[in-house]
């Protein structure tokens, strides 16, 4: 499985970025998919996720309300948009895959390389 990540970017605060991830290497549709960030000196956290069987989705408190995950089947792809972001959004996010999705918001199988994004105050 290769996952890739992009559209991260640097944004002011109170502005939205949108990310995505495309997947490939497997059958996109039997995956779970996540997203996760992580800031420099500060440990990985989970920010969203999303089943393969009924698109249900989870998220990390810091980013409820404002961020949407989403997938399209069509186009082996998943997003995530962010809105209302604040300077403490900014972070490495990365995209993961697993194929059990026993536990949404730790056990990924596989990971994309990261994509940089920045929310200026």
């Known amino acids: 499985v290769q996952l890739q990540a992009s559209g991260g970017g640097l944004v002011q605060a109170g502005g939205s970025l949108s990310l995505s991830c495309r997947f490939s290497?497997?059958?996109?549709?039997?995956?779970?998919l996540g997203w996760f960030r992580q800031a420099p000196g500060k440990e990985r956290e989970f920010v969203a996720a999303?089943?393969?069987?009924?698109?249900?989705?989870y998220y990390g408190d810091s980013v409820k309300g404002r961020f949407t995950i989403s997938r399209d089947n069509t186009k082996n792809t998943v997003y995530l948009l962010m809105n209302s972001m604040k300077p403490e959004d900014t972070a490495v996010y990365y995209c993961?895959?697993?194929?059990?999705?026993?536990?949404?918001?730790?056990?990924?199988?596989?990971w994309g390389q990261g994509t940089q994004v920045t929310v200026s105050s």
């Open positions: 999303i089943n393969w069987s009924d698109s249900h989705t």
């Open positions: 993961a895959a697993d194929w059990s999705f026993r536990n949404p918001y730790s056990d990924y199988q596989y």
């Open positions: 290497g497997r059958t996109f549709v039997r995956y779970g």
